[in-house]
């Protein structure tokens, strides 16, 4: 897991620059690829979590981990799961029902909402 992301991360660096950092676009590329396994990290989100300031993906997607394992989350998350099975108006699902998606897309909708 780490490999991967280190590599997408560090192909996503622009050349000749000492501060880039793509963190983000390689969290959503990872997400995307594996998505029971990667969370999304951007910055809105981490600082949500309070967890922005620790700057480490490791310790990110420990946060993330423990979130998935906690029941009453679960849950919720099931609950979500099988209203995302019925139809949209385009007869598709709008998020993913896979947890971990659903999961970033709660954290993202409150996130946005909470004026961070």
Known sequence: MSEFYDFIKTSLARAGTASSNAWVTASKITARKRPGLFPVRDSVVCTYLGIHNLRDRAKDWVVFRELMRDPEILERLEVLASSTKEPSMENRPVV?????????????RFAGNSGH
């Open 96 to 108: 993913e029902p896979e947890p971990l998606r659903l999961l970033d897309a709660v954290l993202w």
